[in-house]
């Protein structure tokens, strides 16, 4: 009698084992991934990534670039903005893949040297952060503003950074900012403002 119960297996054993896959049945699908190579922040780099990969998620979560913030992840209020090819671009509705071989510009790379810009000075300065949370999209925006305009009116400025939603500031000390790093970049005859 013994010798028959040795030889039944446990259920358990059975039971662990994988699913046999079906013939035909296609397997787990691979996401398609390509090499994204662009100039970040002044800086060449390459990076292996998902093809579906939001812009903004590249820079936070693959480059590092906590600066760039993610608010209504839905394109109404500019707290994802960054600078691509100069231009002011939402992060949060832009893939990665899309800015391939494109020079893009994060709040990170708009310090000087490690310290910060006039314009972020001014912003510091003149109260035009408060939370913060929308700082970076606002100070992208404005730097192309002032890049392309460098001594703009206030209807100016707020038909600029109109994009962009601050639920802290009431958006005169913003203005007052924009206009600070303006005076500050003409006293310095023009650059990065
Ligand atoms: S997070 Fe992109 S526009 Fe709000
Ligand atoms: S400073 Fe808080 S949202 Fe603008």
């Known amino acids: 009698m013994t010798?028959?119960?040795?030889?039944?297996?446990?259920?358990?054993?059975?039971?662990?084992?994988?699913?046999?896959?079906?013939p035909g049945t296609p397997g787990p699908k691979k996401?398609?991934?390509s090499i994204l190579?662009?100039?970040l922040n002044g800086r060449e780099r390459e990076d292996l990534i998902p093809d579906g990969l939001l812009l903004l998620d590249y820079l936070r979560e693959v480059a590092g670039l906590t600066g760039t913030k993610q608010g209504c992840d839905g394109?109404?209020?500019?707290?994802c903005t960054v600078l691509v090819d100069g231009q002011p671009r939402l992060s949060?509705?832009?893939?990665?893949?899309?800015?391939?071989?494109?020079?893009?510009?994060?709040?990170e790379g708009l310090?000087?040297?490690?310290?910060?810009?006039?314009?972020?000075?001014a912003f510091h300065e003149s109260l035009g952060a408060q939370c913060g949370f929308c700082t970076p999209g606002m100070i992208t925006t404005a730097e192309a503003l002032l890049r392309r305009n460098p001594?703009?009116?206030?209807?100016?400025?707020?038909?600029?950074?109109?994009?962009?939603?601050?639920?802290?500031?009431g958006y005169v000390k913003i203005i007052e900012s924009v206009q600070v790093a303006a005076a500050a970049r003409?006293?310095?005859g023009g650059g990065k403002s």
Do not use: F, W, Y
């Not at 394109?75 to 707290?79: L, M, N, T, V």
């Not at 949060?92 to 709040?107: F, I, N």
């Open 92 to 107: 949060c509705s832009t893939l990665a893949v899309q800015v391939q071989g494109r020079h893009v510009e994060t709040v």
């Open 37 to 39: 190579g662009l100039t």
């Open 3 to 22: 010798s028959t119960a040795a030889t039944v297996a446990p259920a358990s054993a059975t039971s662990e084992k994988p699913p046999a896959p079906t």
């Open 186 to 188: 003409a006293a310095a």
């Open 75 to 79: 394109g109404e209020c500019g707290a």
């Open 31 to 33: 996401r398609p991934r």
């Open 151 to 169: 001594n703009p009116s206030v209807d100016e400025i707020k038909t600029a950074m109109g994009g962009n939603l601050c639920r802290c500031t």
């Open 111 to 121: 310090t000087e040297g490690g310290t910060m810009s006039p314009l972020q000075q």
